[in-house]
């Protein structure tokens, strides 16, 4: 007797628990249901399952799950030519000396490439994706991003705008489009490696992406783009070396191509504004890295420069151009080059008004804020792109 009085304890205290268990799982369960039938239990289910919160994952998602590149890649593909340049004075038969690609910019038959593709040829030919071939005219370039727009004589042309894209992050997938080797447009695909990477003997306004999508000869002047088709960069180099590396590319992002190709469509070229100064970032200084100063140091000043008529010294560190923060100096350097040489700004600026030079860890240096006016000049033409070809 005692046995099945227990037995029958346990069976009550089990379903006790399982009605619990299930209340508190599933507090928006019906309480009533009629009718157990199949049916009613697989709505009752649903309902449930639509309410709780997990039904809105990716629900506010601001692109949807990509499973394949093809519907990006086919909305770019019609816009990205290759390109082939001659010079005349080869011969009465010019032979084609230059190979790679472009990415068409604006309905009329504004193709954008890369400067080194085309530098010094003076015959160039654009062929496009359908097959078409096209002479094309130089409109301008230049030479600090490595970058040249042609155009062709047709109208109505599939086109990729600028400034579609988010800026691109580390880990980000990509896809590299152009013609490598000659061989038709071809498609690889990477992530982003790195971003505002720089390239020895390269200029400082290249700021690259680097990538490990593969780049090959052709490729150069080629789109970079993202999974849903959208422009977010150019390729222009790949590291090539003794050491036998891969997977290295650079693309010049799409925020850059922005602010310089609307001022060679119109200008035939880039006008840059100009302190006249040589910078150095405050980590290289221990004293600086020990007063957590961040900004962008003066390590020279040209005579008679926009920076010396201002009053800017050595050893000055510049926190902000404007309402701007300056956080390096690469920083400074391309927020000086977004303006129009004759613009007056404002530099705000930690001097060093103490006798410990910027090289002593040892001591504490203080320093005074100042805040300089100054009219940018226009930068000296200096070639750039060594080494990259």
């Known amino acids: 007797m005692t046995r099945a009085l227990f037995f029958i304890v346990c069976v009550i205290a089990g379903v006790a628990a399982g009605w619990w268990w299930t209340v508190q799982s599933y507090p928006d369960l019906p309480g009533d249901l009629p009718d157990s039938t199949s049916e009613n239990r697989e ?4 309902t449930n399952i639509a309410t709780r919160p997990e039904a809105t994952f990716n629900k506010n998602a601001t692109q949807p799950m990509v499973t394949s590149y093809h519907d990006g890649i086919m909305k770019v593909a019609p816009a990205v030519v290759s390109l082939y340049a001659a010079s005349s004075q ?9 190979q790679g690609s472009g990415v068409i910019v604006k309905s009329d038959g504004v193709v954008l490439t890369n400067l080194h593709l085309i530098d010094g040829l003076d015959l160039i030919t654009v062929v496009l994706n359908d097959g078409r071939s096209f002479p094309a005219q130089l409109i301008g370039s230049d030479k600090e991003t490595d970058l040249a727009v042609v155009r062709i004589d047709v109208a109505n042309l599939p086109y990729l705008p600028l400034d579609e894209a988010d800026p691109l992050r580390v880990g980000d997938v990509v896809l590299a489009i152009g013609n490598p080797f000659g061989v038709g447009q071809t498609v690889t695909q990477g992530i982003v490696s790195a ?12 700021n690259f992406v680097q990538i490990d999508a593969a780049i090959n000869p052709g490729n150069s002047g080629g789109a970079l783009i993202n999974p849903y088709g959208q422009l977010v960069g150019v390729n222009t180099a790949v590291f090539r070396g003794d050491s036998g590396a891969m997977g290295i590319g650079f693309s010049i992002p799409a925020d850059l191509l922005s602010q310089v190709v609307p001022q060679i469509i119109e200008n035939g070229s880039v006008e ?31 005579r008679d420069s926009p920076a010396s008529r201002s009053g800017l010294k050595t050893s000055d560190v510049v926190l902000a151009l404007g309402e701007r923060p300056i956080n390096n100096a690469t920083a400074l350097l391309l927020e000086v080059s977004a303006l129009p040489p004759g613009a007056t700004v404002k530099l705000s600026v ?5 006798t410990t030079p910027l090289t002593d860890p040892s001591q504490t240096i203080d320093f005074d804020r100042v805040d300089l006016k100054v009219t940018l000049g226009t930068r000296p033409d200096l070639t750039a792109m060594q080494g990259l070809r």
């Open 43 to 46: 709505q009752s289910y649903a």
């Open 90 to 98: 080869n011969s009465s038969s010019p032979i084609t000396t230059s």
């Open 195 to 206: 971003t505002r990477r720089r390239v020895a003997g390269a200029s400082v306004w290249q």
């Open 272 to 302: 840059r504004g100009w302190l006249g100064i040589g910078v150095d970032d405050p980590a290289m200084y221990q004293a600086l890295r020990n007063q957590r100063i961040e900004g962008a140091v003066i390590t020279d000043v040209v």
């Open 350 to 354: 930690l001097r060093n008004v103490s």
